[in-house]
């Protein structure tokens, strides 16, 4: 298992209540699972709707379950953003 940091912003920040915080996974799935069972009601809402950068990378279409986490990496939580 991965240490990880997930960290969310705009609509999942407010939802999770915290900028970021610490997981142990080893695939985005497993992350995600965690994150869920964590935060229970509204941020499981939301992250139907968002996308995740993994170390900077764009998960994009791939399965979350295909998605390796490293030691020490970190899961951006990313809902849509309005534009302006």
Known sequence: MAKVTVRYWAAAKAAAGVAEEPYEAATLAQALDAVRARHT????????????????????????ETVRLADGGTVEVLPPFAGG
């Open 41 to 64: 009601g509204e941020l499981s809402r939301v992250l139907l709707r968002c996308s995740f950068l993994v170390d900077g990378d764009p998960v994009g279409t791939r399965g979350h």
